[in-house]
């Protein structure tokens, strides 16, 4: 009998210095996949995806701009999720974390392949050209992933402050993750959140390098020139059902590929992204036997995991009884981590 596992699409900030290479150690049989996307980028005057992850050296200032970190994540997620043996695993859904959502799209198959590359290079490169403010992480749990007490209402306040004190709307909550909160602004309101949020295990409010104000209303112009740039035509009904950064469930049966555009270029470009309702939603919905999250790297998983407790999945309360209990029977893989990504490879 198969198991019954949901994929979760990894976001920006994913391919770091650890993850140089990783398309190479991975996917060196995929290269006929991979050549097309090499071709795309070089005919839009890009450096390609396998130059990139085959450089000597990691670049901060070039392998995590959006140009470039956009099409290489959506190249290593989708690599590792065509690796996925179906014969022993049935994908019972698919999610993500903001721009995940749009690697999300190609692996429900609501894009072809090449298409969700368009998307994704085209939205990337849009948002570094404009870099409309910036965004940070801020925990609202202890060490242990309990509740900081009154925690999410103190960074609230300090938001609602931060936009009085400017006159304007410039401090937002960006993305709902887990434990933690990422925030986003304009650059003056970042620099305040950053100054006057209390630090906290020492690594936070943390900074996030080449990010913009990503699902706030600042990302507005960017929102307006790619619904006038990027047809409908390409989106179809998924082929597995989509969680999106709302908790909506787009099925194969029902999804309105006009209404799902309009969310992708809409809603989700300008508002609030809820990836821990997304995450909520998929596990309980779909009931999973294991959530899987797609490679680079293995970041997301604290977020996951972190939401589990907050819904205390399959005994999993806190952090320590999530340890305990991926010792002895992960209910968690992450496909950028190789002894977890091994059982799931097809043989």
């Known amino acids: 009998m198969k198991e019954r596992i949901a994929i979760v699409c990894p976001g920006r900030g994913t391919y770091n210095q650890n993850e140089l290479g990783y398309l190479k150690r991975n996917h060196a049989d995929k290269i006929s996949l ?11 005057g890009q450096v390609t995806l396998s130059d990139l992850d085959g450089r000597d050296k990691y670049s901060l200032k070039e392998h995590s701009s959006g140009d470039n970190a956009s099409a290489l994540i959506y190249a290593c997620a989708y690599a590792d999720f065509l690796s996925i043996d179906h014969d022993r695993y049935d994908i019972v859904a698919v999610t993500g974390n903001s721009m995940g959502w749009y690697i999300a799209l190609a692996c429900a198959g609501a894009l072809a392949p090449m298409d969700a590359l368009h998307l994704i290079n085209y939205m990337g490169l849009a948002m570094h050209n404009a870099l409309i403010g910036g965004q940070l992480v801020y925990t609202l749990l202890d060490p242990q992933w309990n509740p900081l007490p009154g925690r999410r209402e103190q960074v609230l306040a300090l938001l609602n402050d931060i936009n009085d004190e400017l006159g304007a709307e410039e401090a937002f909550v960006s993305i709902e993750l887990g434990g933690m909160l990422v925030l986003a602004g304009s650059d003056r309101a970042c620099k305040m959140m950053m100054a006057q949020l209390p630090p906290e295990q020492e690594r936070f409010p943390m900074k996030l390098h080449n990010h913009a104000a990503f699902h706030t209303p600042l990302q507005n112009p960017v929102m307006q020139q790619a619904r006038r740039e990027l047809p409908t035509a390409p989106f179809r009904a998924p082929q597995t059902p989509l969680v999106d950064g709302r908790g909506v469930i787009w099925t194969p049966w029902s ?3 006009q209404a799902l555009w309009d969310y992708t270029l ?3 470009v300008v508002e609030a992204y809820d990836f821990t309702k997304a995450v909520e939603v998929t596990l309980k919905e779909f009931s999973p036997d294991r959530i899987v ?6 970041t997301l998983g604290g977020s996951v995991a972190q939401t589990m407790a907050r819904i205390h999945w399959r005994s999993v309360e806190d952090k320590h009884s999530f340890s305990t209990r991926q010792s002895a029977d992960p209910v968690l893989l992450a496909m950028g981590r190789e002894e977890q990504a091994a059982p799931l490879r097809k043989k």
């Open 266 to 268: 809409g809603h989700q």
């Open 293 to 298: 999250v797609l490679g680079p790297g293995d």
């Open 255 to 257: 999804t309105d590929t």
């Open 34 to 44: 991979l050549s097309e996307f090499d071709a795309y980028r070089a005919q839009q």
